[in-house]
């Protein structure tokens, strides 16, 4: 059982920045969604267990960065050049599996994922 719990989220104008936190119980391969209302969930970035290996949503490369902290079994999400279409509820996943499935494909589907926090609001007003 993974456990994991976000902080982070909040109201910022577009062209700011926000960081956020997810904080897991042990050390599986994390990702990042998001889901807008109305929309289904999306993939926004993915981190493997050792930080080598690291994959994002195209909407948000070069604008977020995912990394991890393994001393304090963190996750985080830094988002800058924040426009209003990043508004979302934001969760993060674990998966415990490999990084890689048979394929040599990255995880970016939800169903690749076992464990979800509870999600964190992230506006970001024009």
């Known amino acids: 059982q993974v456990q994991l719990v976000e902080s982070g989220g909040g109201l910022v104008q577009a062209g700011g920045s926000l960081r956020l936190s997810c904080a897991a119980s042990g050390r599986p391969v994390m990702g990042w969604f998001r889901q807008a209302p109305g929309k289904e969930r999306e993939f926004v970035a993915t981190?493997?267990?050792?930080?080598?290996?690291?994959y994002y949503a195209d909407s948000v490369k070069g604008r977020f960065t995912i990394s991890r902290d393994n001393a304090k079994n963190t996750v985080y999400l830094q988002m800058n050049s924040l426009k209003p279409e990043d508004t979302a509820v934001y969760y993060c996943?674990?998966?415990?599996?490999?990084?890689?499935?048979?394929?040599?494909?990255?995880?970016?589907?939800?169903?690749?994922?076992?464990?979800w926090g509870q999600g964190t609001q992230v506006t970001v007003s024009s």
């Open positions: 996943a674990a998966r415990i599996g490999s990084f890689f499935d048979s394929s040599s494909s990255y995880p970016k589907s939800t169903r690749d994922y076992d464990y």
């Open positions: 981190i493997s267990r050792s930080g080598g290996s690291i």
